[in-house]
């Protein structure tokens, strides 16, 4: 699978207030939505969705007392998956005593406003439940929060959809990782040219983590160069140069 994830450093996240409680697992994905009016404009401006997921984190955080955004990953309409807390750790937003059974995935639409999910929001979402089911120990299960929840929560046409087994919208998808404009021009990601051991074996793992095909088998060879720079192509990044092991990991954590 492919997932085009944006970090918690890209979309500007403040650090949590305190530690995370781990999730091996869980049933399953409950899905989300605002609960409040969404400016359409999100679906012609990119930078609008970040801004939008930095004020919910502000009202999670200031308002509720939550240590963070409380849920595990954001999607906007342009089928970009953002990360809040990350896959196992414990979401705050599914309501009391509901946290450990299911993830939290928020769609970026509301009661207001942009109430529509577009095709590449909902491939955005089921690219983001497939990525806890490979991370993060998630089970088959998609619900809406209202299951289990007194809520309108994920709204009338996200669970309506949820109802139906969230299926990938039918016909031509829209565009996604390695389609369009680079979203982040200008960085770098380079191939490391010696590894060894750990080093390598955590190179290959983290791709294999973010749905790239590729034997985690400790050693460097052309499957692991082709692969990462397929990885940066998808994502826009420049495929520039050669970088020896000591910077790999810290460009590599910036994706």
Known sequence: MSIDLVSRQEWGARPPKGSYT???????VKVHYTGSRVDPAILDDHAKCAALVRQIQNGHMDGNGWI????????CPHRKVFVGRGPNRLPAA?????????YAVLGLVGSSGLVEPTDAMLHGIRDAIEYLRQVGGAGQEIKGHRDGYATECPGERLYAWVRRGAPRPVGEEQPGPGTGAPPWPGRLLRYPPVMYGDDVRAWQQRLCELGYELEVDGAY????REVTITFQRDRGLT???????ESWNAAFAEV
Do not use: F, W
């Open 22 to 28: 781990t999730l091996r697992s869980t049933k399953g």
């Open 68 to 75: 963070d955004i409380g849920y595990n990953l954001a999607v």
């Open 94 to 102: 599914n309501g009391p005593g509901l946290n450990t059974g299911h």
């Open 221 to 224: 060879g052309p499957q692991t």
């Open 239 to 245: 495929v520039d140069g050669i970088v020896g092991p």
